[in-house]
């Protein structure tokens, strides 16, 4: 098996957060400055670059997972990820039903656009992505394994949006398939305050707004290839793959 050194948390510019030079384009070239292996755009409540980071990652050696940061009831942001087009799709239909659609204010929030890759605007999501969906963390977990996705708690540790803030606790019934925390945190103090953690895996991302984030913080994943499969066992711990120190 390989170590392979993971971003799985990177904002583009579609997010009202993410920076203008946050292209899909530009993200991949800076993974391959940083010899990030393995990445995945996660912007909030919204797919709208996946594909194209997949395509242009594909054509310099990055292996793009299929990612986005949804927002649930409680306000705690949590990653999902996904392998096929046909998942993609069908989850950036159900959140859009699940999520209100409220007018984004771009003098507050700023623009959402979506771009082509060679960086040319193609359309603005004028609905606001930061609303929480109206699903609580156990459904909106439920949702995205029903589409045959993963679901990760977004930077536990943060004292916004994070779980623990948002929530006070770890729910026991929550399906997490693994934990991440944030660039902040380090794994050995944050498993010393949270034992309970230590039966997931833990994550730690960039979630990078600006180019000169992404690779602040990486995951290594001990896989024997890089396929969605394989993702999924080290995300789990499973059959000897699992996530490392980095």
């Given at each position: 098996?390989?170590?392979?050194?993971?971003?799985?948390?990177?904002?583009?510019?579609?997010?009202?957060?993410g920076d203008l030079d946050m292209s899909p384009g530009n993200i991949v070239d800076?993974?391959?400055?940083?010899?990030?292996?393995?990445?995945?755009?996660?912007?909030?409540?919204?797919?709208?670059?996946?594909?194209?980071?997949?395509?242009?990652?594909?054509?310099?050696?990055?292996?793009?997972?299929?990612?986005?940061?949804?927002?649930?009831?409680?306000?705690?942001?949590?990653?999902?990820?996904?392998?096929?087009?046909?998942?993609?799709?069908?989850?950036?239909e159900a959140v859009n039903s699940h999520l209100p659609m409220i007018n984004n204010?771009?003098?507050?929030?700023?623009?959402?656009?979506?771009?082509?890759?060679?960086?040319?605007?193609?359309?603005?999501?004028?609905?606001?992505?930061?609303?929480?969906?109206?699903?609580?963390?156990?459904?909106?977990?439920?949702?995205?394994?029903?589409?045959?996705?993963?679901?990760?708690?977004?930077?536990?540790?943060?004292?916004?949006?994070?779980?623990?803030?948002?929530?006070?606790?770890?729910?026991?019934?929550?399906?997490?398939?693994?934990?991440?925390?944030?660039?902040?945190?380090?794994?050995?103090?944050?498993?010393?305050?949270?034992?309970?953690?230590?039966?997931?895996?833990?994550?730690?991302?960039?979630?990078?707004?600006?180019?000169?984030?992404?690779?602040?913080?990486?995951?290594?994943?001990?896989?024997?290839?890089?396929?969605?499969?394989?993702?999924?066992?080290?995300?789990?711990?499973?059959?000897?793959?699992?996530?490392?120190?980095?």
């Amino acid at each position: 098996m390989k170590s392979y050194r993971a971003d799985l948390h990177i904002h583009s510019v579609l997010s009202p957060c993410g920076d203008l030079d946050m292209s899909p384009g530009n993200i991949v070239d800076r993974a391959v400055q940083k010899g990030i292996e393995i990445i995945a755009v996660t912007d909030h409540n919204h797919t709208g670059h996946a594909k194209l980071t997949r395509k242009l990652g594909e054509a310099k050696g990055i292996w793009v997972v299929y990612g986005v940061e949804l927002t649930t009831k409680e306000e705690v942001h949590c990653l999902a990820f996904f392998d096929t087009d046909e998942q993609l799709d069908q989850l950036q239909e159900a959140v859009n039903s699940h999520l209100p659609m409220i007018n984004n204010d771009i003098a507050i929030f700023g623009h959402q656009v979506l771009v082509d890759e060679e960086e040319k605007i193609l359309s603005e999501i004028t609905h606001s992505l930061y609303p929480g969906l109206n699903l609580d963390i156990s459904e909106a977990a439920q949702m995205v394994h029903q589409l045959g996705g993963m679901f990760v708690p977004a930077h536990v540790d943060r004292q916004m949006n994070g779980l623990y803030a948002q929530l006070g606790f770890f729910p026991e019934e929550l399906e997490a398939d693994a934990v991440e925390i944030s660039w902040r945190t380090d794994t050995r103090s944050m498993m010393g305050r949270h034992p309970e953690l230590s039966r997931y895996q833990i994550i730690r991302s960039s979630d990078a707004h600006f180019i000169e984030d992404i690779g602040r913080a990486e995951s290594k994943l001990l896989m024997n290839a890089c396929s969605f499969v394989e993702f999924r066992m080290a995300l789990r711990g499973e059959q000897g793959r699992k996530v490392m120190e980095s």
